[in-house]
Each structure stands twice: as structure tokens, then as C-alpha cells.
């Protein structure tokens, strides 16, 4: 595997379901994050690890957990969405969390809340 | 608050017509400009960054180019290949974020 892979790729749920989505970098990388993109917005920012310590939240509701075990992976768990929760879930990494750091995106997870 | 502005929305091309991309940006201390190409159903995948007006960079067919207030995608001679959506980010201040465009969506026909 290289750069940045995700698990599943398609995903449907019901509304009391909870799930969890996987990210993976084989890039060495220190920093990574996790974003949302709906149809016809711009991509948005959830959150950022740096050396595995949470590091923002751009208030994100509660259904929505992070958690990351190393600096390799990235797990967002999932529970009790909502139908507007529906949307590309993309995890990226960069080399540090610091300025102007090239950020390398994961081919994202397809969610469908029912 | 960090903007991003990003213009056409849609652009159709004929295969060979060059034409350019335009991403207008305000930002707060500029840390460096990303251009991304996404395809239907899949992650955005790294094309440059830029981190200071004047500077330029090539790939291929497509070449970027920053000013102090806004950044162009130059296509040379596009194929049916290049066709996707070209998202512009900028990574400003202390934030770690990228704030993005909404992005142009590129047809290149035959």
C-alpha cells in the first residue's frame, strides 16, 4: 500500500447504527486530518492530529469521535448520524502540523445515513 | 476569516484549447496556495503548492502561478484526461487547516 488509503470506501447506515471509518498513511507522516465534503461546498476541516494528540475540533458534534491510536492511523466512529451527515468523509496527512504543509488526501468514504 | 473564491464554476473545452483557471484569495499571512485535481468519487490528489507571488510551476500541461492576491491554472493544450474538478486551497496564519474553494469543474472534449 502507498500514500493514504481508507476503509470502506462505500458505507450505508441507519440512524442508530454506529461504524467506524479507517485511515492509513504509509507516508511517515506526523499530522493528520480528517475532512467532510458535501455536495456543492468547499471541503471542511473536522479534525487535526499531530503526533497522535487532538489538536483542533472545528465544532464537530459529539456523534461524530476521533481517534487515533498512532501516527499511522486515524479512526473516525461514528454514531446516531443524521440524514445531513451524508457525504465524502476524507482523511489526509502531511508531514507536520506545521504552516504552509503540503496536506495528502486518502480516497475517502462515501457515507449514506438513512 | 479566510476566503477562497474560485472561478468559472464549469468550464467545457475543446481538446487543445488552452484556457486558465482563476482562484482569488483573502487571507491573513499567506503560508502557501494548494492546487488540487479531483476526480468523481475520489480524493483530491496533490498538483503544486505555491508559497510566494512570482513564483511559478509546471507539470505536464498545466502550469500555476501566484500573485499577492489570487493564483491562475494555466492548461496547455488539454487532453480528455484532464477533465475534473481543480480545487484551490490556502493555508494561512497560525491555522492548520486548508481552506478550499468550491472548485472548477473542466470538461475537455474531442
Known amino acids: 500500500e502507498t500514500g493514504v488509503t481508507q476503509t470502506p470506501r462505500h458505507l450505508v447506515m441507519g440512524m442508530t447504527n454506529k461504524k467506524s471509518l479507517k485511515c492509513e498513511q504509509h507516508?511517515?507522516?506526523?499530522?493528520m486530518y480528517w475532512y467532510k465534503q458535501s455536495a456543492k461546498k468547499p471541503l471542511e476541516l473536522m479534525f487535526v492530529y499531530s503526533l497522535e494528540e487532538r489538536v483542533e475540533n472545528n465544532s464537530v458534534p459529539s456523534r461524530f469521535s476521533p481517534e487515533c491510536p498512532n501516527s499511522s492511523h486515524l479512526f473516525l466512529h461514528l454514531h446516531t448520524l443524521q440524514p445531513e451527515d451524508s457525504a465524502l468523509y476524507l482523511c489526509?496527512?502531511?508531514?507536520?502540523?506545521?504552516?504552509?504543509?503540503?496536506?495528502?488526501f486518502g480516497p475517502g468514504t462515501r457515507l449514506l445515513v438513512l | 476569516e479566510d476566503q477562497v473564491t474560485q472561478s468559472p464554476e464549469a468550464l467545457r473545452l475543446q481538446e487543445g484549447e488552452s484556457s486558465s483557471l482563476n482562484c482569488s484569495y483573502t487571507v491573513s499571512g499567506l503560508r502557501g496556495l494548494f492546487w488540487y485535481r479531483q476526480d468523481p468519487g475520489k480524493g483530491p490528489e496533490f498538483l503544486f503548492t505555491l508559497y510566494s507571488a512570482g513564483e511559478e510551476k509546471e507539470k505536464e500541461r498545466l502550469k500555476a502561478t501566484l500573485t499577492k492576491k489570487e493564483s491562475f491554472l494555466h492548461i496547455t493544450a488539454p487532453k480528455p484526461e484532464d477533465s475534473a474538478t481543480y480545487l484551490c486551497?490556502?493555508?494561512?496564519?497560525?491555522?492548520?487547516?486548508?481552506?478550499f474553494g468550491t472548485g472548477t469543474r473542466l470538461q475537455v472534449t474531442l
Open positions: 486551497a490556502v493555508s494561512a496564519g497560525t491555522a492548520s487547516k486548508l481552506t
Open positions: 489526509a496527512s502531511s508531514q507536520d502540523r506545521g504552516y504552509g504543509e503540503t496536506q495528502y
Open positions: 507516508l511517515g507522516h506526523n499530522a
